[in-house]
């Protein structure tokens, strides 16, 4: 079982891993259409797993309150939020094609605040993965292994374009194509880390699924609405955004069915 929980928690790295070596594949950086299609994806993954994999499981485990199962799904829902709000807030970072940094002023180089834009970004993806393994590993039964690799492949899909789309910028910003790739590929490696604090949080504070799980639903959706929805909508060609959106929300939502 452990073995699978860790080969399972590394997907969606491997995915950021893939995409990041695009920058020793490609000539030139990404054109702007590109990554609003890839943004686009990305967010649609991330929505279709907020609610497949993450907010229905966690009502479904509050049946018993009848009318008011929603409850503790909508908590942590808004702690999500609440707390990728505390993060956004405190850590200096630079969004795609943004020209003011967000977060307190420091003294941080363009390309390292735009590592951390995606770090940031990639912090609820960890959680949600560590949750649902977290799930399995508990016995909890409303969490079922597939649905936990369903998610995990998913977000390895979305974070194969978001890899190109980090480490290619910073090789047009100057850095080597060895630089640019090792980049790309820190603003993933927190995903795996943090998959497993949450297993390990889960183990120390009494299990309270649903509010986890809703938990890490609120903290994608703030970063799909704050962070993916401006930059896919962004310009001109607008459509394309939306449109891969719809195709990455179906994606993770027929893997969640088939695998779950």
């Not at 860790?6 to 893939?18: D, Q, Y």
């Not at 993060?87 to 003011?100: F, G, Q, T």
Request: glycine content about 12%.
């Amino acid at each position: 079982m452990w073995m699978n929980i860790m080969i399972g928690m590394l997907i969606p790295f491997v995915g950021t891993v893939l995409g990041s070596a695009c920058v020793f594949l490609l000539k030139n950086n990404l054109n702007d259409k590109i990554q609003r299609a890839l943004t686009g994806f990305a967010g649609g993954v991330m929505v279709a797993a907020s609610v497949w994999s993450l907010l229905i499981p966690a009502m479904e485990q509050s049946e018993a309150m009848g009318k008011l199962a929603f409850l503790p799904a909508g908590i942590g829902f808004l702690l999500g939020v609440f707390f990728l709000l505390i993060l956004d807030s405190s850590i200096p970072h630079l969004h795609m094609n943004a020209e003011k940094a967000e977060g307190p002023r420091a003294k941080l180089k363009k390309t390292t605040m735009m590592v951390l834009a995606v770090t940031l970004h990639n912090i609820p993806e960890g959680m949600a993965v560590g949750v649902l393994f977290g799930g399995v590993l508990s016995g909890n039964g409303a969490v079922t292994l597939g649905g936990a690799f369903a998610l995990a492949i998913g977000i390895a899909i979305q974070n194969f374009p978001e890899g190109a789309i980090i480490s290619m910028p910073l090789h047009a910003e100057g850095k080597s194509k060895l630089n640019a790739f090792l980049g790309g590929v820190l603003s993933g490696i927190v995903e795996p880390i943090a998959a497993v604090l949450t297993i390990i949080a889960m183990g120390i504070v009494v299990p309270i699924m649903p509010v986890l799980l809703s938990f890490a639903a609120g903290a994608m959706i703030y970063v799909v609405v704050e962070e993916l929805i401006p930059e896919m909508s962004a310009g001109e060609h607008s459509n394309i955004g939306v449109i891969m959106f719809s195709v990455g929300f179906v994606i993770m939502m027929a893997l969640d069915v088939a695998l779950g």
